[in-house]
T-cell receptor
Framework: GAGVSQSPRYKVAKRGQDVALRCDPISGHVSLFWYQQALGQGPEFLTY????????KSGLPSDRFFAERPEGSVSTLKIQRTQQEDSAVYLC????????????FGSGTQLSVL | DQQVKQNSPSLSVQEGRISILNCDYT??????FLWYKKYPAEGPTFLISISSIKDKNEDGRFTVFLNKSAKHLSLHIVPSQPGDSAVYFCAASNQGAQKLVFGQGTRLTINP
């Protein structure tokens, strides 16, 4: 596709359930980012990949959050034992070069933890 | 610690007039600044950027001004159009860093 694709668009999880969020970046984009956007706030950085290498995971809020990009293309953000405070929109973005400029964002996955 | 702040949650402007959105930052290491625009149910889209070596960058109806001494940037939209109604985020990064730090956003409404 022409843009960054994220699935599912919406996810409702019961507290304690594990979830997996998928991101298909723009073809050929080297860099991939995950951001978390709480209601009424700006996106907050979670983690960054350059190809398959996870170069920065300083924004992951706890060890329940795990991200991977095994073949340098599709990425998955996994959240184990979800909590209510994990409810947010999770945005994936990609860029052509290894630099945080002109990111192309997907539409996000809205996660609601009940 | 909010390193990038947009103090106006919302702004209402009449069509055809100028819209001015403001952003302040605290980290003097930031050297690259961007504005993103977001429509409901969509991801943010890149609008315009400016490097710290400049104080102004213009792209059509959009101009970004940077005042490094005041750690302040602004986005001017002239003339404002109904399609400009959206949430606008400013973001900042420092050279070599891969992460953008976003402000909280300002909801701009253009009234016909």
């Amino acid at each position: 596709g022409a843009g960054v694709s994220q699935s599912p668009r919406y996810k409702v999880a019961k507290r304690g359930q594990d979830v997996a969020l998928r991101c298909d970046p723009i073809s050929g984009h080297v860099s991939l980012f995950w951001y978390q956007q709480a209601l009424g706030q700006g996106p907050e950085f979670l983690t960054y990949f350059q190809n398959e290498a996870q170069l920065d995971k300083s924004g992951l809020p706890s060890d329940r959050f795990f991200a991977e990009r095994p073949e340098g293309s599709v990425s998955t953000l996994k959240i184990q034992r979800t909590q209510q405070e994990d409810s947010a929109v999770y945005l994936c973005a990609s860029s052509q070069r290894g630099f945080a400029e002109k990111l192309f964002f997907g539409s996000g996955t809205q996660l609601s933890v009940l | 610690d909010q390193q990038v702040k947009q103090n106006s949650p919302s702004l209402s402007v009449q069509e055809g007039r100028i819209s001015i959105l403001n952003c302040d930052y605290t980290n003097s290491m930031f050297d690259y600044f961007l504005w993103y625009k977001k429509y409901p149910a969509e991801g943010p889209t890149f609008l315009i950027s400016i490097s710290s070596i400049k104080d102004k960058n213009e792209d059509g109806r959009f101009t970004v001004f940077l005042n490094k001494s005041a750690k302040h940037l602004s986005l001017h939209i002239v003339p404002s159009q109904p399609g400009d109604s959206a949430v606008y985020f400013c973001a900042a990064s420092n050279q070599g860093a891969q992460k953008l730090v976003f402000g909280q956003g300002t909801r701009l409404t253009i009234n016909p």
